[in-house]
């Protein structure tokens, strides 16, 4: 096992790992007496399911990460004078209203990626624009805009106003507050079983028939559910999330892709490299070597990964993916499997 001396140290790491990426990219946020820099109106309609999610998830991110210096107000485009004042979005209104849509000073944007694109990653570009500031110009919008500016304070847990406080977890519906327990505990038990598999590798293991049976079996759930998230991103198909948890808010969350890059696509090639490196291990070194240690580094540093993913879900993005728990879990035993053979192929070499 790790010496007790250097547990405080690495924990230190681990913890400055999980939180410093997330950090940096989150703005500082701004004060109460901040004057509100993007007024945004939302054409909401019943029946809508992806406006009920931005209310749910969307909105109380983004209100949590700007405060005062972001102001919403809903309107019905189902009502009557609703209905006339979303008309007026011209060419956006002709589409029906089957997902939310958001006037930005001159711009409208449809659907739920490009509002958190739009307000989400592109805030500071509409801030500085002093169109956003203003509400837009809609004929009969401005009769509409206390009672749809309540509307949101009511919907949406942490907006801003002068009695509500900012989001708290008690707020979040009961399915994702047990899911968000889930992931904290995932994510403890991840980093003990990581203190033990970096024990495993410091003293002489053995491979046997059940390990070797179990890597694989390991790899391939995890790339199933790689695949899984993979696909559903990229089509835009709400995934499967099961009795608790909120799925389709981590995926539409701007944590859900890494330079462009999907995290199911990147978790297909990093399960994918795993298996392809274990298979060419074995085979070139079947009675072990020191190429097996490819395959553990590049587990290592999928566990590591993992960890962030989890620490962001209950703790900033405030909604838990259960299939990215699952791949969390299927990355962690890789990595423990791995470690009890892996100081075995080294000692033979």
């Known amino acids: 096992m790790i010496p007790i001396r250097f547990a405080p140290r690495l924990l230190?790491?681990?913890f400055l790992f999980l939180t410093v990426p997330a950090a940096a990219q989150a703005p500082a946020e701004a004060g109460p007496g901040t004057a509100p820099e993007v007024r945004a109106v939302v054409f909401i309609a019943t029946g809508c399911n992806a406006c009920d999610e931005l209310f749910d998830y969307v909105a109380p991110l983004l209100f949590e990460r700007y405060g005062t210096r972001l102001e919403l107000a809903a309107v019905d485009a189902g009502s009557a004078a609703g209905a006339g004042v979303y008309r007026a979005l011209g060419e956006a209104g002709r589409a029906p209203v089957d997902e939310p849509v958001v006037r930005v000073g001159d711009r409208s944007l449809t659907g739920l990626d490009a509002i958190v694109a739009e307000l989400g990653d592109g805030f500071e570009a509409l801030a500085a624009d002093p169109a956003s500031a203003r509400w837009p110009a809609l004929p009969g919008l401005e009769a509409l805009l206390p009672a749809g500016i309540e509307i949101v304070r009511e919907r949406v847990a942490g907006a801003p106003s002068a009695t509500l406080p900012a989001a708290q977890e008690h707020l979040l519906p009961a399915r994702d507050r047990i899911a968000n327990g889930l992931a904290v505990v995932v994510l403890v038990g991840?980093?003990?079983a990581l203190l033990h598999?970096?024990?495993?590798?410091r003293r002489p293991g053995r491979r046997t028939a059940r390990t070797?049976?179990?890597v694989p079996l390991s790899l391939m759930a995890g790339l199933f559910i790689s695949a899984y998230l993979a696909y559903t991103?990229?089509?835009?198909?709400e995934a499967a999330c099961g009795p608790i948890g909120s799925c389709n808010a981590v995926q539409q969350s701007e944590y859900a892709q890494l330079f462009d890059i999907p995290l199911g696509v990147l978790g297909v090639m990093g399960y994918t490299l795993l298996l392809l490196t274990w298979l060419v291990g074995?085979?070139?070194s079947p009675r072990g070597g020191g190429w097996r240690w490819v395959t553990w580094a590049v587990a290592l540093a999928g566990v590591l990964f993992s960890l962030r993913l989890t620490a962001l879900e209950p703790f900033v993005i405030g909604a838990t993916c259960l299939w990215c728990l699952g791949s969390a879990i299927a990355m962690t035993t890789t990595l423990w499997l791995l470690s009890g053979e892996t100081r075995r192929a080294a000692d033979t070499m």
């Open 282 to 284: 074995r085979g070139l």
């Open 12 to 14: 230190l790491w681990l």
């Open 233 to 237: 991103h990229i089509t835009g198909t």
């Open 190 to 192: 991840m980093v003990l």
């Open 197 to 201: 598999a970096l024990g495993r590798v």
């Open 212 to 214: 070797s049976t179990l």
